[in-house]
């Protein structure tokens, strides 16, 4: 794949300074972050918690290069997001964030496996054919091969975020996000959704996940706790970690 290897990428795959996000609105708008510092080594886990409104979905969307900040820097694998055009920033994130979302995002008409090959087709990563086989080779990783031809009508809730993950894995970024990925599952397939994301830092790929999941301890290298669009707990030491530590 044509993208930065782990000796190419900066220590801290995530840095926000100063980040600031107000969405405009009657009496002056809404103050959604309010001067957020946060930095990620690369092949970290980081869950981000809060109550509804604390400015995760934010922090998450600015991360990605989905929204700008106000105020303040976003680095993303030594990029400042914030400085991209419209055109490259998709380009950018075509190929150094993959996105998870909590309702999936598969397109309808498509087949799974056509599914996970639309990032390598948007960024001309490979070329069609070695293009099927890498989405073949991510839908066995996360265990749903037998389901490539299906449309994603025919999948569980559980199988659908499987093929989510897959097709946010497809250009090999070094960052995965993802936006509340178990918050339509049952507790056994979140559990086993939770293993998956963690077992994708164990080459060296960065995780940030917002969610509500209380056991995201069990496998989070990191809490990251917002409130009124602030950090309010400060970065804890390392939990548990399945691969070792990271730099």
Do not use: Y
Not at 119 to 140: I, N
Request: charged share 20%.
């Amino acid at each position: 794949m044509d993208t930065m290897s782990n000796t190419e990428l900066p220590v801290h795959i995530i840095e926000l300074r100063g980040v600031t996000k107000t969405f405009p609105g009657d009496g002056g708008g809404f103050t959604a972050l309010r001067g957020v510092d946060l930095r990620v080594p690369r092949g970290e886990f980081v869950a981000v918690v809060g109550r509804s409104g604390s400015g995760k979905s934010t922090l998450l969307n600015l991360v990605a290069g989905i929204d700008r900040p106000s105020a303040g820097e976003v680095l993303v694998a030594g990029t400042p997001v914030q400085a991209l055009d419209e055109s490259r920033l998709a380009a950018w994130r075509g190929r150094n964030v993959g996105v998870v979302f909590q309702f999936f995002q598969l397109l309808p008409t498509l087949s799974v496996l056509e599914n996970v090959m639309l990032p390598m087709d948007f960024c001309g990563t490979l070329p069609p054919r070695r293009a099927r086989a890498r989405a073949m080779e991510l839908l066995d990783q996360v265990g749903i091969a037998d389901q490539a031809r299906k449309l994603p009508s025919a999948l569980s809730g559980g199988q659908q975020q499987r093929a989510a993950i897959a097709r946010a894995l497809a250009n090999d970024p070094p960052l995965l996000v993802a936006d509340e990925p178990t918050g339509n599952l049952d507790s056994d397939t979140a559990e086993a959704m939770l293993d998956l994301l963690a077992s994708t830092t164990r080459s060296g790929r960065t995780v940030l996940m917002v969610t509500h999941e209380r056991d995201v301890t069990r496998v989070a290298h990191r809490l990251v706790t917002l409130a009124d669009g602030r950090i309010v707990q400060p970065p804890a030491q390392p939990m548990h970690r399945e691969g070792g530590s990271h730099a």
